[in-house]
């Protein structure tokens, strides 16, 4: 993704281009290959890291980076699920109907409805304070004190974070996934689909074959990586071979995957003795990826294998010979097949690569999580690592906290279901805000009053915004002298 | 991204021959696909049907306008023997094209699609007689389901061509349709008129329009991300509302309503086509107006001329004089209002509620049918109607009684869409050209 706008860079704003800190360190090895052929197109790229030579005042700096507007992507993004919350809570609505009448009651309800709803999201996803308090005294009510006090008390309080951390678990392969089609100039949008690909594989591993427990659980995750890998390399040909665009075809093949899938559901040999019900067999226990926190909390070892996603991520991007290739082709198509890189190729291998690894999230999530497939196993994991991907600037780190965030939002939203009334679907619409917001840095920094950054010579109409950059100049007079 | 979209990338560019442009590489492409459909034809169809069984298809029905049974009411075919006939008249017809493409003299145009537009007619006959052997077939029924199916797919595919002749990607089409569902319900329930909804419909739309005009021609974000990104708000805004204020009050907030059914007197009582054309909603009549009245607007008209000079080569376009980005906002609002009306289509249109993720990646199917339509109106139209065919088809044969027709999982008829779009975009069915400059953003040098 960042890639792709470096290529174009004239038309990019600025903070689009740049990476968080720690991408910093890949955007020259990004840029590199565009810069050496096309150097126009590149020359903007670099964003709003590299200063500017008329060196910018520190509040613009500050005001240009991408830390400010992550920050307030999220400061929006929140406050309008907060509105949205307020719209669906029944007090405040009552309380908002008599608001002339006693307008302190408008206000406290919608306090109340708002901190409610965001602890209950936070209890759902960290630290279950509340839990962990019931349980400390509960024990200490039967007798007990110090660590036995302690440590079931945190254990209860921490459920929610490895909860998390299961569900962030298939995010995270998958966004790996769709960024490297990302980084290399492919609009994956076929998440979906190759997670059912890689899942449906993987669970059949799972249910109809019997192996040795180690051996079993290999092949099952290499089946979903190959399943994932064809499904992904179909829209690689396609594109490589007849030039079809891989968005249209990878949204394609999704569709034909979930319905593919729902066809198998409904035959012998994915439903076992049970045919009626659309649901597969168990995972036999030798495929099941083992339990890391016992047997009380679902983590699994998937989140092993999630980490090593994120480690293969930076070394093919930033250190192997193939990823060179893939980033060079997503810089400038052109310029690459100059270089001597079969474009062609290099879309089919990035989109084998891609699927692979999304199938390989679908294993996890039937191998360790679910333990058998059903028409919805898929979820909304596909789309989801989509947006994963664009959040975390398909880089690893970013990639990793982006996953485990968006993992947090989720399980907090099913738990705020829960316990407040909210439905869940408040955290997609923060969650496509946040994306949204952190794609056009000048809308947020225009919504905090920070336009002059984007437009610094733009002529002022109205009287009080002349008087504010009369101000400004002043100040800045000021400062330097 | 330009050249990620585009079919013209350089490595297909690359491939294409130069040379011998009477005939192209892709020459045995359409040959070879149709002939392989007949032998599926031969193959399956004509040996599929139980032997000695019999489709009936439903044609006239009582009180029809008939004059003297001109139309029959039944006619009962020989599975089998039906489906071999028309297998080898399909065969014929692609064995012609192939030879006719292989000796470099192609036919005119019009003949072209006519032979295929046969072929067509032949194929789904035959596939009908295999599918239903031994049941009866109500083509009236059928072609009633299709076109309630095809509206809001219709509509979807327009907001699709108006936004992408001007260049700009249009992948919120789900996430309109879901707003305009959500809006013609809500608003509709609250004032208690399914016209209100009517109007509303559109209007709610706007709001996915403007968002995704906003970010991508104003902030010039990748536009495939903007319109993923406002699928998930969509669908998540509308579920969130769903959820708490539908659920808490369905009375006020979520009721179902229905557009009245007008019937133009005596052309409705036409056979077959009467009920499917003449005794619909408004929203079918407005369909055919808009895909009339864009077909002229676009390519009859100077505004048409203008929105496609943007879609193809914005700088020539600004050099003339013609504001592009105003122009790009113009059409994405003029799409997202038209998606709107399909959305109204799921709710009012066919007298349900509101019900979550009702769109249920109808949109999706509406860009494939904007694609295999080649971005043109009649186009976009047809492919939807063949769509919404595919999938009547598998509603149809779902209440087929037990041991009657060929037993076809409906999965595979929902699947049809997306794999016969697949094949397009690949470029069996002719190459899809994109206007040269969709998803570009145009920044004024």
Redesign the interface.
Known sequence: ?SA??EG?G????PG?VTETGTDAADTPADTAPAAETAPTASSTAGGGSAPEASGPSVLQRIARGNLLVIVLAFVFAFLVGSI?IL??D?AFREAAGYFFARPADTFTAAWQAITEAYAAMFRGAVYDYSGAARVAEDIRERGGSGLYVLGPAFLRGIEPLLETLTVATPLIIASVGIAISFRS???N?GGTGQLLAGATAAGYVGFAVSLPPVIHLIAALLAAIVAGGIWGGIAGL????????????T??????AV??L??AL?TAAFTGANQAQPTSPAVAGTARLPLLAGDDFRLHAGLVLALAAIVFLWWLMNRSTVGFRFRAVGSN??AA?VAGID??RS?VGVMVVAGALVGLAGATHVLGTEHRLTGDVAGSIG?DA??VA?LGRSGPVGILLAGLLFAGLSTGGRYMETSE???I?????I???V??FI??P??VRYLVGLRRIDRPRRPRPSRRAAAYAAEKAETSKGAAA | MSTALAPDSPAASTREAPGRPERPRSWWYLPAGLAALAVIALGVFARGAAAGATTTFRLAREGDLNPGGIVPGDVALPAGGTALVLGLLCLAIAVVLGVLAAISRPLAPRWRITLVVVFGLAWVTAFLTWAFNGARVDLGTLLQTMMVLAVPLAFGALSGVLSERAGVINIAIEGQLLFGAFGAVLIGSMAGSAWVGLLAAPLMALVIGALLALFAIGYQVQQIIVGVVLNVFAIGLTSFFFGSVMKQNPGLFNRPLRLPTLRIPVLADLPVIGTVLFEQTILVYLMFLIVVGLTIALFRTRWGLRVRAVGEHPRAADTVGIDVNRTRWTNVLLGAAVAGLGGATLTIGTGVAFGEEMSSGKGYIALAAMILGRYHPVGALLAALVFAFADALQLNIGTLPAGAGAGIPSQFLLMLPYIVTLFAVAGVVGRVRVPAADGVPYVKQ
């Open positions: 993704m792709r706008h174009e004239q038309h990019v704003a689009t949205l719209v669906s029944q100039g492919l609009f949008i396609l594109k490589a071979r007849f030039g079809a665009s891989e968005v249209i075809s949204i394609m093949l999704n569709w034909i319905y593919g729902a066809f409904t198509p052109r097949e474009v062609g879309a789309f989509i947006t664009l009334g909210v439905p679907d408040l955290v997609q619409v969650q496509a805000l994306v949204l794609a056009a000048p809308l």
